[in-house]
């Protein structure tokens, strides 16, 4: 057995106010002049299923007086020169589609507001000719998705306390969500493990894009995924559409926004996230191909090369990355080529008494990762009704780490010495066909070539020599196919079927998963739906090339899990969705998930994978097996007023119970159980001047505590290593987390020129929750680590 352990923590205690003053000072220099600010509106009008443009639409701006409102030309765009900075809320119809509004924009002064409008075609009975706007932000884009699955913005992600411009922090404030720990940003749904999290980007599925995240996690300290280049996005939870694939809790569904084609826009920001810089605009003035861009560097290891102390010893992370996106219209479609990257390292050394350890006490660890992703996509219209899009891509993490065990004062040479990387080539074919009103088919291929080389090594005290636990140089491939299909009866009543298939050649082993979903409008603004599907997931791939040491003379190991099959979930999932008015929403589902076909391990009867990926380690066992089951069951309930007049709230509840069976068949609690959670947001936005924005955010969760492996500290003294009580495994909870979080943000217009200040408080109670509880070889007894206290942080922000 190996277990490999990578803690990083990432705190900005505190922010030169100097700095701080003279920012705000320059900023309100530079728009002394007391004239009126303004800026363009524009945007273009799509078919929400085949994505075209939509010729002669109706945009309108609400409460504009005199009204103000426009057609779309024939390329479906559409604009509004000299607008005021301000919110606004474009009411966009059609005749043939339901008409739908687009709430609370926020135009600045820095940039254009350049938004896109999907209609979604409208099915007719009779004279039924009612039209009437959708204001519904939370639904998914993706037109197949029929329950939990809703999108979410830009806005969302800086707007809600506590998310630091992270979708991931974002996403733990909806209904079935919680983190796994302040220090990361892994996201636990509805009880899963975090690595049933499937990432996908511009429609490719990439690896963990958060620095500081192993190879087989989903999340990380920082994310690198850059909030200012994302377009809306989708979120689901469960029983999602037949296009999702290898994922056992969730998705992300992620979309880049194309750059300004008509003008070059830049940004600055200096926040948690580090100092970055962008830059966007059209290649030429003659096409309307654009370019987006971003680079970031991490804030804190600047800071600490200035001389600045943030109280975490040598523990400074230092990462950074770039974002980019390139769109190329051409003729019937349009070329886009993207990319995302990071690099990141970090020294936590407790020879050093840092007081980051987070649960590393004992150890020396120096900790290196690299991930990145670049694609192209051609989408070609072969008629207005029939869509086909091809996308190439590759995309590669590499995990470094020297581990020093500080009990053996004699041993100059790390304990543990990891290397693992893995390289993806994929190529995906998606051909979408809109037979009528009523009819959607959507069907595609997916197929990934994975090259891997995994090294590690354990140095062992008795013969003075490293051994491999792992070493291996191989690939794999894994393809799979999909095809569903939507049929609306009516306007109101529509129902999607779909079969997703995979196939893994490395051990020959399948899943056919075939999905279902329904929705019903039975009145305005009242629907109820339902959802099904079978989902399975390969395990990590690091865990296929496990090995056995067999013979010691020769060093020859085998491979004793590389038989493993998918592990696989059943989901149900009934819904109930309310509109109040004015802006408000009730909505509550209950779920229940059985999970099975879960890797186990003989040699450790109450482990099972199930527990896996929400801690900075994780547990391999040689011989294991897919014996392992597991349930999850619940109910969610969700209140929330969009942003309306300044204000809006949001409150969730979880109540819910996840369990499962490791090799011994014992019923036990998972180590994401932690039964219930809530959470309240609330904010109030309002003017405090011409040209200027004030608000304020504040967001409260309290949760039950995270489950956890107790120590047994005698039998860990006496063989000079952490030691478990695994036969009372997740059976106890640490206390319950509560956290209050803060946010003001300050907003100021001048002459094509935006600024941004942003104060975040980060616990503002200091509550002292429990993050983990560790054995300590070096002071031989166990360590409580806590999860972060009160912190404030600054972002400034700067658009041109």
Known sequence: MHVKKIKHIITLRQISIN?????????????????????????????????????????????????????????????????????????????GYRATVLQNLLLVTGRELVVTARLEEQVYLLDDVEVRPEIRKDQAINEMA??????????????????????????????????????????????????????????????????FGSIGSTGGPVSMINNNHLDNSDFYTAAFPAEYGNALAGAFDLRMRNGNNEQREFMGQMGFNGFELGAEGP???????????????????????????????????????????????????????????????????DSKEDDAQYGFAGTDLYYGNRMGVAGINHVHYLSNDIRFTNTLAVSGIRGTADIYELFDDDLDLPNVIEDLGEI?????????????????????IIADHYDLRYQGQEYQTDTGEYVYYINTTGSMNLVRMFAEWQHRFTGELVMTAGLHACYLFLNETHALEPRYGLRWEFAPGQSVSFGAGLHSQMQMKALYFSQMLIDTVNQVHEKTNDHLDFSRSLHLVTGYDRLLGEGHRLKTEIYYQRLYNIPVAWRQPQFSVINQGGAFNYWTFNEMENEGTGENKGIELTLEKFLHEGFYYLVTASIFDAGYRGYDGIWRNSAFNNNYIFNVLTGYEWRTGERSLLSADLKMVYAGGNRYLEIDAERSEAENGARYKWDTAFENRY????????????RLNGRNINQEWALDLQNMTNRQNIFTENWNSQKQEITTSYQMGFMHMMTYRIYF
């Open 19 to 95: 700095c701080i003053l003279s920012l705000i000072l320059c900023g309100v220099s530079a728009v002394v002049s007391a004239q009126e600010f303004t800026q363009t509106i524009r945007g273009t009008v799509l078919d929400a299923y085949t994505e075209l443009p939509l010729p002669g639409a109706t945009v309108i701006i609400a409460g504009t007086d005199p009204l103000q409102g426009t057609s779309t030309n024939a390329e479906g765009a559409f604009r509004f020169d000299n607008m005021p900075a301000g919110r606004y809320d474009l009411q966009v119809s059609m005749m």
């Open 735 to 746: 206390p319950n987390y509560f956290r209050l979080n803060g946010r003001i943000t300050f």
């Open 424 to 444: 993806k080539y994929s190529f995906s074919s998606k051909y979408a066909h809109r037979f009528s009103s009523r009819n959607y088919l959507n069907a595609g």
């Open 283 to 349: 290649f030429s003035d003659k096409r309307r191909s654009s370019y987006l861009v971003n680079a970031r560097y991490s804030t804190l290891e600047v800071l600490q090369a200035a001389g600045m102390s943030f109280g975490t010893g040598a523990a400074i992370p230092e990462y950074k990355d770039i974002s980019f996106k390139l769109n190329f219209p051409v003729k019937r479609g349009r070329i886009t080529v993207f990319g995302l990257g990071g690099d990141n390292r970090i020294a936590m050394l």
């Open 146 to 211: 029929m329950v939990s699955a809703r999108s979410f913005t830009i806005d969302e992600t800086e707007r809600y306390a506590g998310s630091l411009g992270d979708p991931s922090r974002m996403a733990a404030n909806f209904a079935g969500v919680s983190s796994a720990s302040d220090q990361r940003n892994d996201i636990i749904i509805r009880g899963n493990s975090p690595i049933g999290l499937l990432w996908r980007l511009e429609g490719v599925e990439i690896p963990n894009p958060n620095h």
